[in-house]
């Protein structure tokens, strides 16, 4: 997990901290099942989408201005792209595994309050 981080660079400083974001609330309302926390889980669910993006887009980038100087004159230039192609698939990896838990603890927060709702009243 942490070689993934520092693989991501610079970029997985959004995805993590907007990713940990989404699934803190999206934990809390699986517990409480507030349904007031929807919207801030679909909106930072939003930032860290768009942060992937964002970081696998500056990732690749810079694979694509500085990976062939990088690379020891024993590796073949196919050989040094593939590996820094591989590098900048880190922030989607750790950020679409996030997302897809923080989905599942909102899908327990919505069968939790839609149980609530159909209690009966007394």
């Given at each position: 997990?942490?070689?993934?981080?520092?693989?991501?660079?610079?970029?997985?400083?959004?995805?993590?901290?907007?990713?940990?974001?989404?699934?803190?609330?999206?934990?809390?309302?699986?517990?409480?099942?507030?349904?007031?926390?929807?919207?801030?889980?679909?909106?930072m669910g939003a930032a860290t989408l768009?942060?992937?993006?964002?970081?696998?887009?500056?990732?690749?980038?810079?694979?694509?201005?500085?990976?062939?100087?990088?690379?020891?004159?024993?590796?073949?230039?196919?050989?040094?792209?593939?590996?820094?192609?591989?590098?900048?698939?880190?922030?989607?990896?750790?950020?679409?595994?996030?997302?897809?838990?923080?989905?599942?603890?909102?899908?327990?927060?919505?069968?939790?309050?839609?149980?609530?709702?159909?209690?009966?009243?007394?």
């Amino acid at each position: 997990m942490f070689d993934l981080l520092r693989q991501g660079g610079g970029p997985m400083l959004f995805v993590a901290v907007f990713g940990f974001a989404t699934f803190a609330s999206a934990a809390l309302f699986a517990v409480r099942g507030e349904r007031r926390r929807l919207g801030f889980i679909l909106c930072m669910g939003a930032a860290t989408l768009l942060s992937i993006g964002g970081g696998m887009c500056a990732d690749l980038a810079a694979v694509g201005h500085h990976g062939i100087e990088r690379c020891g004159p024993s590796m073949q230039v196919t050989a040094c792209l593939m590996v820094g192609f591989a590098e900048s698939m880190a922030p989607g990896i750790v950020g679409f595994a996030v997302l897809s838990l923080a989905g599942m603890l909102t899908a327990a927060g919505m069968s939790r309050t839609s149980r609530a709702d159909d209690s009966p009243r007394a």
